[in-house]
């Protein structure tokens, strides 16, 4: 099934076309017109650069005007092997379909609500034949049984024309549009970029990058840079201070910057301020009394510490270099 997008905005053309993948892109004077378009032959010159197919309307109230506006663009630079020309369905436009098709120009006959139409369109050779699902949706018609009988002529009787699934107004619709078998669908930039998206695919992929960093990336590549350390020396006013300058809750105590004694936390604070009162406030770091801290060496993998943290149920790990402090590692780091 061909995929087309259905579009006149020139930067999200850009972006569609870099995929790399779609078949053509369709437009009409109305999404000109919705996008500022004033030179609409600039425009369509240089849509035919960056895409493989270009579907464009050639109008006319005659055969004769349909006809002559096609070849008009074609002098004007458009290749007859690249180009559709898009005709709304009437007697004079299948009667102006024969005579390009005739020529080898492809055409595509749109705007088509009925089998009826859609079968005048195939007899005449149109390349392709467009039914509109989402505006006749809108009228409460039973599009996709129209789409499913154009399917069906084509197949049952021969016709070289492609049904064209048009005026797509979300995914579910591209979904009918495979079930039902159309050889051609052409959807806007938005359901485009929807397409793909599903939340337990997002979900999946986020895993496989968290599991896959566990176990490739090393505690010293995203630990805090800075190193939340004072000396067992100083007093607890002090180290509060410094505490809340480092921007962790909790501080590593160590003894001349060389071995750690423990961590003090914002909970350990809490907690002594309750027992002792203010006046723990000016008792030295080294009087305290602290538990092992849990250390984890920079170059262990994210997956050791992880492990740790799940296992202990703590927020903060110490991390140490040559059995140096050098910093804490944050669960949020992870």
């Known amino acids: 099934m061909e995929l087309y997008l259905d579009s006149a905005d020139f ?46 309307e050639a109008l006319g109230k005659t055969a004769e005007e349909i006809y002559a506006e096609a070849h008009r663009l074609i002098k004007m630079g458009l290749k007859k092997e690249t180009s559709v020309f898009k005709i709304p369905i009437s007697l004079e436009g299948v009667k102006a379909c024969k005579m390009l098709t005739n020529e080898g120009i492809m055409v595509n006959v749109h705007l088509v609500y009925t089998l009826q139409q859609a079968y005048m369109a195939m007899h005449a050779g149109a390349t392709y034949v467009c039914p509109l699902v989402g505006r006749l949706q809108d009228q409460g018609h039973d599009a996709l049984a129209l789409v499913e009988q154009c399917v069906d002529a084509v197949n049952y009787y021969g016709y070289d024309t492609k049904i064209m699934f048009s005026s797509v107004r979300n995914v579910e619709h591209v979904r009918n549009a495979i079930n039902i078998g159309v050889h051609t669908i052409t959807v806007p930039y938005k359901i485009l970029q929807q397409m793909p998206e599903n939340n337990f695919t997002a979900i999946g992929t986020e895993q496989f990058f968290e599991h896959t960093r566990l176990m490739t990336v090393k505690v010293k590549d995203v630990m805090s840079s800075v190193n939340p350390v004072v000396s067992a020396d100083v007093e607890v006013s002090e180290a509060i201070i410094k505490m809340s300058e480092f921007g962790f809750g909790c501080i590593i105590v160590a003894n001349g910057g060389e071995q ?61 270099e040559n059995g140096k402090p050098i910093g804490l590692l944050d669960i949020q780091d992870i």
Do not use: C, W
Request: net charge negative; glycine share 6%.
């Open 11 to 56: 930067n999200e053309i850009e972006k569609a076309f870099k995929l790399g993948f779609l078949d053509g892109l369709t437009t009409t004077p109305t999404f000109m017109h919705r996008h500022g378009v004033t030179d609409i032959d600039a425009l369509i010159l240089k849509l035919a650069d960056i895409v493989p197919v270009l579907q464009v």
């Open 260 to 320: 750690a004694r423990g961590v003090f936390t914002d909970g350990d604070l809490r907690r002594l301020l309750q027992k002792g009162g203010r006046d723990v406030l000016q008792l030295k770091m080294s009087e305290l009394t602290y538990n092992a801290p849990l250390e984890v060496d920079a170059n262990e993998l994210l997956f050791r510490a992880n492990e740790m943290f799940k296992s202990h149920k703590v927020d903060n790990l110490l991390v140490t």
